[in-house]
């Protein structure tokens, strides 16, 4: 099995500047894939952006230009977030895929990111 445990999100006002941190433990060894989502009240839980073990990343088109995802290869997941909107409001979530075993997922327990304006 594979933990992982987010921190850093918070307060920031409109335009600031927030990054995220998620930790990996456990089976390390089966981990793929990484990436973040993230959930806004009364909305889909969606990705934000994605790394692979080769480091191609991917974002979100609502992202792209503002955020930027790494890892480094003690299996810790970044993700840098600047120019923050209000829309990006929302708990973040770090993922993690399974290489053994595809149609399984890690997640972890997730971090509130809260942009005022």
């Known amino acids: 099995q594979v933990q992982l445990v987010e921190s850093g999100g918070g307060l920031v006002q409109a335009g600031g500047s927030l990054g995220l941190s998620c930790v990996a433990s456990?089976?390390?060894?089966?981990?793929?894939?990484m990436g973040w989502y993230r959930q806004a009240p009364g909305k889909q839980r969606e990705l934000v952006a994605a790394?692979?073990?080769?480091?191609?990343t991917n974002y979100a088109d609502s992202v792209r230009g503002r955020f930027t995802i790494s890892r480094d290869n003690e299996m810790t997941l970044y993700l840098q977030m600047n120019s923050l909107k209000p829309e990006d409001t929302a708990v973040y979530y770090c993922?993690?895929?399974?290489?053994?075993?595809?149609?399984?997922?890690?997640w972890g327990q997730g971090t509130q990111v809260t942009v005022a304006s």
């Open positions: 790394i692979s073990s080769g480091a191609s």
């Open positions: 456990g089976s390390i060894f089966r981990i793929n894939r």
């Open positions: 993922n993690a895929d399974d290489r053994f075993a595809p149609q399984r997922g890690y």
